[in-house]
Each structure stands twice: as C-alpha cells, then as structure tokens.
C-alpha cells in the first residue's frame, strides 16, 4: 500500500459520480437535488437511504451509515482507503503516481479510533436519554435534528459510557489519549475529555474526522472545549467546515468566513455551502493560505461588537498577506450570522454580503464616524491605524489603491506616505536623478489621474470633455488608465479584474460633494505642468549629447518650457531649484 497524495484525492473525489457508482448497488430516484433509495446497508424497503450529489455523500435516516464516495466502497465491498480511492480514480480515468511501497499511514490507527468516536457520539444524539438535553438545546437553536444528523454532530455524555463503549470496540485508551479525546488525571485513571457536550465533528480536507469542538449544555466553563492537536489535528492549519465548502467556494469564487460552529451550521443549512470558520482561535497565516489555494475572494461576517471587529481586522491584515481579495461585511447591532439568516433567509444575508466593502475602507468608516479625522493628532491615530492593513496588501495594485485612498482620507501627501509603509516608488529609468515624481503637488483627491477618472464617470458630457484634454497614456497609475480606456470607450465590462475593482471602487466613491469643475481645472492643469515636465526631463537627457550650438537652442528651449510651466503652477519652481532650473 503506497500513499496517495492529497491532492490527487481530491481530484478523484471531485471528478467522482457518486450518483452513477452508488447507483450501480441500488435503484436511485430524484427527489429535488438529491437522489432516494432503499437502504443497501440495512437492507430496508423504503427509500430513507439519500445520496446528495451537492456534498458529495450519502447517508441513511435508519440505519445512520453515513461518508463520500470513497466510504461508500469501503463499508459496501470491504476496500481499504488506498483501495478504495484507486478504484474510484480508475472509473474517472485519474492516473495515482506509484510512490513503490512506503508502508500504511502509521496514524491510521488514530484516524480509526476518531472515527469510532464519532460514530458513537452520533448515536448517543439520536438515542441516548441524556442527549435530550441536547437534542432540545439544538431545538431552541430552532436546528432540526433531521437536518444535522447526516452532518454527524454528536453528543458526549457526563459519565465513563465513552470509555466501555471503546473498550468493547477494542480502541485501546493510549491512541483516544494520542487523539485527544481521553484526558489522564494526576492519580493515573483516565476520564473523557468531552462531558455533557453537543459534539461538531471537524473534519480534514479528505473528509475524515480528526477531531471535535463541543459546546457545553449546562453553565460550565468553558463554552466552547476543542480537541487538542494531535498527529492528525493541527487547529491552526485546519478550517472548520472546509472539506464540505471547498467545492461550492471554487463554483462561487467567494469563501465566507464566520466565527462560530453554528453560524456555518445555519449558512449551509440555508444553502450558502462557500462558509467556513476558523476553529476557536483567530485566522492564522496557515489557515489564511489554505484559502487562498481553493478561493480568490473571502468574505468576513463577523459580529459586529468590539471584539468582533478587531477579529475582523486581524483576520483581514492576515488574508491580504495572501494576496486575497477580501471584503468586510456588517452585520446589524446584536445579530450574529446564525440569528441573522434565521429572521431574514439567505436572501437576507446575500443582501449583506453584497454591501461588504473592503476592510480598509471599513476601517476608514469606522474612524470617521469616531471624528478622528476632524483632528490633527486624530489623523496621526486614524494613520497608524490604517497602516497595518496597508502594509498586509500583498497584492501591490492593491496597496497602491490602498496608498492614495488613506492619504485622501488623512489628508497627508500620498509620498509620505508611500515613505511610511517603505512602498517608495523606485525611480524609472525615465529619470534617473530627477525627484520630479516626488515634486509636492498639493490639493487633489489622491491624484490627477484618478480625479479625471470620476469625472468620466460622471456622464457622456464630462466623458468627452476628459477625453478631448487627456490622452490615455498620460495616466501611470495602471488600472487607472485602464478604466480611462474603457470608459472612453464603453468596454467596462472587458477590465481584468485589478482594474475592475479600481473601476468599481471609484464608482462607488463618485465626487463625494466636490465641485467639479474646480476638479477638472486641477487635475487638467496638473496633467499638463506634468507634461512640461517631461519635456524639460527630455531636454536635459539630450543636452549632454549634443554640439555646442544646438546645446544653446536647447537651453533657449528649456527657459521656454520652465517658464510655462512656473506660469502655470508656480509652486513648481520650488522643487525645480532642486534639480537645478536653467540659468542658475
Ligand atoms: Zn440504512
């Protein structure tokens, strides 16, 4: 038996029909999305065995036998795993690399004896007298047992019944102690970790259980108790609910991250199945890149208290680490997801994510709506609040766009704070010993060539009437020229997708009050004096190249050009002296 490696596996599974191979032992029939028949493991007439394409898994409402397609062949036909996966990849036509014998998994056993667990935890749910406590929890939670039961949720029951139960399935105490689920006492005896407790089963990214996170039913502390790591639990390399969302994030593009068991619970319930949760701590970078390798864009939905939003933006600063798209939602005061989509439905829900906004600029609301603008020394805070995100933007589109919309809301030059986040422009090769990108042009939004592009957006009149005074290649900024492009030319909808959200954050901000004339008279003779400049940078490249003659029509030239450029924007003189203006 040789290792399979992980990926291929989940490329079997995804590519598996698991209506079509269980269909092939029983006589299915669709009911909706999902498929109906007689239970081939207890043999029963009526149709309570449910194969659900959707999830990739079946499971029985009698007999309770429950897993995905490669469980499927296991518990029917006797496979082992490796088995059992090589003969799903032979149907699909997915070739498994031989890596020659490295011998079996030497956490198989733990793997077995979690397994075992779960199992015996689920049933204590379905029928043990003690679970009543909560079987009636998760119906004040208004959660039906029918609907969780194919999830495998458990119950672990206050006394030692965990203990004989795995006695009697021969699960020896030293592997529950290395998975975690017996503690060792002081005096040597052992006792269950998990007393008088609803049991969410965490799973791996191949659907096996390896651990639990179990809510407590009376007042005991604490609330929430998690397994421990373990040779097959990492808690921080790990996402709960991950194993059953990763299919819908890819078809969804958008992972939506909450903090609680029964706020996943309750989204995939009302069929948004993309959500996710980190379990029990705050988002880790392992955890951060394990969603970037199955989707470009998450969602927060946090609560919306204190403690909730500093998660939020911890969470935030470590995904655009990852270079991730990340949005910020906001949930009503006092709601949190499970509440939320239990008054308003998913449709409910999809109505918040659509208003979710970047987490900059939600810090930037958030501030602002504290004042911290409306001081100097509260714009220094409000800064050295923002930095952080600014400095997690991985992705430096991202960054720049990040740059310009803190300077415009602290109102500081966009190059000094460029300094502060050491995200310097390198000088180009243009202009080599010239500061002139750095010259302090004063009193624009973040930019000239952003301010021409909200006046395109502002309708077909001031569309022309950029068009007719700027060339799109004048702008630098790439997405921005981009968005120029396409608004001049009706192709919005052909912009990748860095210059598709420059284009959709810049609609969303308008012109904010300003007056845009005044804008346009700015902007157009920032462009131009930006212009001039060049032209003096062109004059000065060639000069040394050239006859004594033609160096002094040059220079006759370069005045020209200087003064122009003074006339038009005065303050240019200052930061010319540096580099030396003709005739000094
Ligand atoms: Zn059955």
Redesign the pocket.
């Known amino acids: 038996m040789s290792l399979i490696p992980d990926d291929v596996i989940e490329q079997v599974r995804e590519a598996a029909d698991i209506v079509g191979i269980i269909g092939e032992h029983v006589e299915l029939k669709r009911t909706g999305a999902d498929f109906r028949a007689p239970?081939p493991?207890?043999g029963?007439t009526h149709r309570?065995?449910t194969v659900i394409p959707k999830k990739g898994m079946y499971y029985?409402f009698?007999?309770h036998?429950g897993g995905d397609v490669f469980t499927f062949f296991m518990k029917r036909l006797g496979m082992d795993y490796p088995t059992a996966v090589r003969e799903v990849a032979r149907r699909v036509g997915i070739a498994i690399p031989e890596r020659g014998p490295t011998g079996p998994d030497p956490r198989e056993p733990l793997y077995g004896a979690v397994a075992a667990a779960a199992d015996w935890f689920a049933r204590q749910l379905r029928e043990s007298p003690e679970a009543q406590v909560a079987r009636d929890y998760l119906a004040s939670r208004r959660v039906e047992l029918d609907v969780v039961l194919p999830l495998a949720l458990g119950y672990a029951p206050r006394g030692k019944a965990f203990l004989d139960a795995m006695k009697g399935l021969g699960v020896r105490d030293e592997v529950l102690l290395e998975a975690g689920l017996l503690v060792k006492r002081e005096d040597g005896t052992v006792l269950p970790r998990f007393r008088g407790r609803l049991l969410f089963p965490i799973h791996d990214l191949r659907a096996r259980v390896v651990a639990f996170g179990g809510r407590i039913l009376d007042a005991g502390e604490p609330k929430y108790l998690n397994s421990p790591d373990s040779p097959v639990f990492h808690k921080g390399k790990l996402l709960y609910n991950l194993h059953a969302a990763k299919h819908a994030m890819r078809k969804a593009e958008r992972a939506i991250l909450v903090e609680g068991y029964f706020d996943v619970l309750r989204l995939s319930l009302a069929g948004i199945e993309e959500v996710v949760a980190p379990l029990g701590t705050g988002l880790t970078s392992d955890q951060a890149q394990l969603l970037a390798r199955h989707t470009p864009h998450v969602i927060l939905l946090y609560d919306s208290d204190d403690a909730g939003l500093r998660a939020t933006f911890r969470a935030g600063d470590e995904l655009l680490r990852q270079g991730l798209r990340v949005s910020v939602a906001t949930l009503p005061a006092g709601e949190d997801p499970d509440t939320l989509v239990q008054k308003r439905g998913a449709p409910g829900l999809e109505a918040i994510l659509k208003d979710a906004v970047d987490p900059l600029e939600r810090k930037i609301q958030i501030l602002d709506h504290k004042a911290f603008f409306s001081s100097l020394p509260g714009r220094r805070r409000a800064l050295d609040r923002l930095l952080p995100t600014i400095r997690a933007a991985k992705d430096p589109i991202t960054r720049e766009l990040y740059i310009s919309r803190a300077a415009e809301a602290a109102g500081v030059r966009k190059d000094v704070l460029e300094r502060e986040t050491g995200n310097e422009k390198r000088e180009t090769s243009r202009t080599p010993t010239s500061p002139v990108s750095r010259v302090p042009f004063p009193a624009l939004p973040a930019s000239a060539e952003k301010a021409l592009v909200l006046l395109m957006l502002e309708g077909d009149a001031w569309r022309a009437r950029v068009v007719e005074a700027v060339d799109a290649e004048e702008l630098e900024f790439l997405p921005y020229r981009a968005v120029f492009e396409a608004v001049a030319d009706d192709g919005v909808l052909a912009l990748d997708d860095t210059s598709a959200r420059a284009y959709e954050q810049l609609k969303e901000e308008g012109l904010s009050g300003r007056d845009p004339n005044e804008m346009y008279e700015l902007a157009v003779s920032w462009m131009e004096a930006r212009r001039l400049e060049r032209q003096l940078e062109q004059l000065d490249d060639q000069l040394p190249f050239e006859s004594p003659e033609r160096q002094a029509s040059l220079i006759a030239e370069k005045r020209r050009v200087f003064d122009e450029l003074r006339k038009r924007y005065p303050r240019y003189k200052i930061a010319a002296r540096r580099r030396g203006a003709p005739g000094t």
């Open positions: 239970c493991f207890h029963g309570n065995f029985c009698v007999c036998e």
